[in-house]
């Protein structure tokens, strides 16, 4: 995009802000979708936290980001320990992805979903994806820029595809004419919301 994506503006918000915004992690522990919100940041992490409102997300600046998203997802877990019994993994550049999508995963999650809960989308698997802590050790040694697509597909038994079409969508802004067609698409939407009154 020739700018950092994450702090590119779909109506009105930063990208990165959309996503953190669905976490709901304001509404205090055990009433969003989410216990905890830790945000990886790397490329323009200082100017992220100066213009996102991370909505209570705990910012963990990760060395080696440069190296891709698996290096970055190993290096985030690391400095996490293993405080937590699963993690859930949202993209920055997926700004409709919901709060209700990620509730839905972490729900199958709690009803012995698997090792991995991955969003499906009309049965399209995509993201985000829930990682129970029995694959923490795995993820840890990821590197590169694929990040787990190589382990998960290496491991199809541990992925449990939970259907969430009708909740969001995990389109990604990739460049200016994706997000130009997300701006149409909420622009749309929200006139037909007005119209129905």
């Known amino acids: 995009m020739g700018r950092p994506k994450q702090l590119a ?13 669905a976490l709901n992690p304001d509404n205090g522990p055990g009433n969003g979708p989410v216990d905890e919100v830790v945000v ?12 996102v409102d991370l909505h209570g997300a705990e910012p963990l600046l990760v060395e080696g980001w440069r190296a891709g998203m698996g290096e970055v997802l190993a290096r985030a877990l690391e400095d996490l ?8 993994v949202c993209l920055g550049d997926q700004p409709l992805v919901t ?4 509730a839905r995963l972490v729900a199958a999650w709690r ?10 989308y009309h049965g399209r698997p995509g993201n985000p994806k829930l990682f129970d802590r029995r694959v ?5 040694r990821l590197r590169g820029d694929t ?3 190589g382990l998960l597909a290496a491991h199809p038994e541990w992925v449990t595809l939970v259907e969430v079409g009708t909740l969001g969508s995990d389109a990604d802004v990739d460049d200016e004419a994706a997000l130009a067609g997300l701006e149409a698409m909420l622009k749309l939407e929200l006139e037909a919301e007005e119209a129905q009154g």
Request: charged share 15%; proline share 4%.
């Open 81 to 88: 320990g293993d405080r937590f019994g699963a993690v859930v």
């Open 9 to 21: 503006l779909l109506a009105g918000r930063p990208l990165l802000e959309h996503v953190l915004a």
């Open 111 to 120: 009803a012995g979903g698997g090792a991995v809960v991955s969003a499906s």
């Open 99 to 102: 709060g209700a999508v990620v």
């Open 136 to 140: 923490f050790p795995e993820l840890r």
């Open 40 to 51: 990886a940041l790397g490329a323009a992490a200082a100017e992220v936290k100066g213009q």
């Open 147 to 149: 990040g787990a697509k």
